[in-house]
C-alpha cells in the first residue's frame, strides 16, 4: 500500500482508510489534529511512544530546516530512520544550568524499526535500553 493509494482510500471514507493505516500511526491533518487519513499532503506520522505516555511525530517531508526522517510506508510494521531523538527541560543543549527547569528534564531516544521500538541507553525514563512493539494508538486520545 503506497502513501498515494491511501490518500486515494481516505477520500471514500474514514474507516476504510483507517483500516488501512493500521491501528498503530496517526497523520497530523490540516487542522494540527491527529488523524487517520487526509486527503491532502502527508507530511507527518505520530505514534504513541510508551515510556513518555505522548505522542512523537516524525516529520516525513523536508521543508524549513526541520528534521526529516524516511519512512518505510508499512503500517503494521513501520520503520524510521535516522533515530528520534527528544531533550527537554535541562537537557536541553545550552539549558543545563538554566533555573527556570529547576534541575528537571529528560531525554527520549529511540530507533523504530519494523515495529519495534529500540530505546538508547541515554533515554532518562525506565524503558531506557529496552526493545518493545510498538503500541497501538490509545483509543481514547484524540
Ligand atoms: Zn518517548
Redo the contacts with the bound molecule.
Keep these: 500500500m503506497t502513501l498515494s493509494a491511501v490518500r486515494k482510500v481516505a477520500l471514500s471514507g474514514f474507516m476504510d482508510a483507517m483500516a488501512l493505516v493500521g491501528t498503530k500511526l496517526r497523520n497530523i491533518g490540516p487542522s494540527g489534529a491527529y488523524e487517520v487519513n487526509t486527503a491532502g499532503p502527508i507530511s507527518a506520522w505520530a505514534h504513541w511512544?510508551p515510556?513518555?505516555a505522548?505522542v512523537?511525530v516524525y516529520n516525513v517531508v523536508r521543508e524549513g530546516g526541520r528534521a526529516c526522517w524516511g519512512f518505510n510506508g508499512n503500517f503494521e510494521k513501520p520503520s524510521f530512520s535516522p533515530s528520534m531523538l527528544?531533550r527537554w527541560g535541562n537537557k536541553v543543549p545550552g539549558y543545563e544550568n538554566n533555573p527556570h527547569f529547576n534541575g528537571e528534564g529528560g531525554i527520549?531516544h529511540?530507533f523504530l524499526t519494523d515495529g519495534r521500538i529500540s530505546y538508547c541507553g541515554d533515554?532518562t525514563?525506565e524503558l531506557s535500553g529496552q526493545t518493545v512493539d510498538l503500541p497501538d494508538w490509545p483509543k481514547d486520545f484524540l
Design positions: 511512544c515510556a513518555c505522548e512523537h527528544i527520549c529511540y533515554s525514563h
